[in-house]
């Protein structure tokens, strides 16, 4: 499936983004990739790195010219990774969804299920993606990095 294919089964709608909105999504990332490492508990750690992997999944949606519909927007933006960078992006996107499941409980279930380790796992996951976006982004569409 393509990009085109997922917006025609409504699970994407079509987004013309901006040189504006790639600097505050980064800027958002750059703050949750700080935040992560706070003196906090490894669940809000493993939240906030999650956050900022979920906004470079965004990003680069949005910079392919779209953004995730309305139902299931998590899953579908961390889906995405495979159909813009890569296919072999699909493990990372698996993790992202391991993630985002973790994230979930932690959030809404119950406090204490996410381990130091786990936190720093993803935070580094994130820090590399930011690199890999970056990358991408100065490959494919240059314009949107203009600082």
């Avoid at 956050?51 to 910079?63: P, V």
């Avoid at 969804?97 to 935070?123: F, H, P, Q």
Wanted: with cysteine.
């Amino acid at each position: 499936m393509t990009l085109e294919d997922w917006r025609r089964n409504g699970w994407l709608q079509t987004h013309r983004t901006s040189r504006e909105e790639v600097r505050g999504l980064l800027g958002i990332v750059r703050r949750d990739l700080e935040d992560a490492g706070g003196a906090i508990s490894p669940d809000w750690r493993f939240g906030i790195a999650y956050n900022a992997a979920l906004k470079l999944c965004t990003l680069l949606l949005a910079a392919s010219g779209y953004r995730p519909a309305h139902t299931a927007h998590h899953y579908r933006a961390l889906a995405s990774l495979p159909l813009i960078l890569g296919p072999e992006r699909r493990e990372d996107a698996d993790y992202l969804e391991t993630c985002r499941r973790k994230r979930n409980e932690a959030d809404y279930i119950v406090a204490g299920g996410v381990t130091e380790v786990d936190a720093e796992e993803l935070r580094d996951f994130a820090r590399g993606l930011m690199k890999d976006a970056r990358a991408w982004l100065t490959e494919n569409h240059p314009e949107l990095l203009g600082e």
